[in-house]
Nanobody, 126 residues
Framework: EVDLVESGGGLVQAGGSLRLSCAAS????????IGWFRQAPGKEREGLSCVSKSASSQYYADSVKGRFTMSSDNAKNTMYLQMNALKPEDTAVYYC???????????????????WGQGTQVTVSS
């Protein structure tokens, strides 16, 4: 059974940093596209970053490129999202996700996802 559990969210001032973690179980990262997306109240889901199977390619949304870094520790089956230079518009619930059937990691990876966690709230104050 696939399970994803996010942690690390919280309240931070603009310009600050947070690192989100996602503990995964029930699958191997090499066999899945993994990534992060977020959703703010009243807004559409936004795909932030993903890594393709076997980590052959990676995608970042323009809105976070240069500020956010996605990484993973296969030995711990944990993925991370390091978020720097946070802005108030980054306030949202952040989710980690995984899908075994996606053929690649791209800007549309979040349109269809097989598995995602319960989310962790990130609030950036101005």
């Amino acid at each position: 059974e696939v399970d994803l559990v996010e942690s690390g969210g919280g309240l931070v001032q603009a310009g600050g940093s947070l690192r989100l973690s996602c503990a995964a179980s029930g699958f191997t990262f090499d066999d899945y596209v993994i990534g992060w997306f977020r959703q703010a109240p009243g807004k559409e889901r936004e795909g932030l970053s993903c890594v393709s199977k076997s980590a052959s390619s990676q995608y970042y949304a323009d809105s976070v490129k240069g500020r956010f870094t996605m990484s993973s520790d296969n030995a711990k089956n944990t993925m991370y999202l390091q978020m720097n230079a946070l802005k108030p518009e980054d306030t949202a619930v952040y989710y980690c996700a995984a899908d075994p059937l996606l053929s690649s990691c791209s800007s549309t990876f979040y349109y269809r996802l097989a598995f995602w966690g319960q989310g962790t709230q990130v609030t950036v104050s101005s």
